[in-house]
């Protein structure tokens, strides 16, 4: 019982120092976007050991948007469908401390038949 109190608390103060460093990292944001001539803003910034896009739609229609996170050798992709007039958050974890710059490409469409 004591061994496994023991790892609980050394497996805390890991994931303290860990997050200490993470937070401690800057690292650049670079950002493309694919509109397609749709009237809608994509607003990105990175908020403690997360990359928070957002998405606001001021066309009259709905679009689908798919924001693509580049950090080196982690990857992600978020899919988000933006309500005409509505605002829309993407987020991503930043796992790694030693990113050093972070690509976001963001694509929209305001045709959701394709």
């Known amino acids: ?27 650049s944001i ?10 809608v803003r994509v607003d990105v910034a990175a908020v403690t050991n997360t990359l928070v896009v957002k998405i606001t739609n001021d066309d009259p229609l709905p679009v689908r948007c798919s924001v693509t996170i580049d950090m080196g050798p982690d990857t992600g992709r978020r899919r988000v469908t933006v309500d005409a007039g509505e605002a829309r958050t993407v987020s991503y974890p930043v796992r790694r401390t030693m990113t050093q710059k972070v690509r976001v490409h963001t694509v929209c469409k305001g045709n959701l038949d394709d």
């Open 1 to 27: 019982m004591l061994t496994r109190t023991l790892r609980a608390v050394f497996g805390c103060a890991a994931l303290l120092m860990t997050a200490d460093a993470a937070v401690a990292n800057t690292y």
């Open 30 to 39: 670079e950002t493309t976007e694919d509109l397609n001539y749709l009237d």
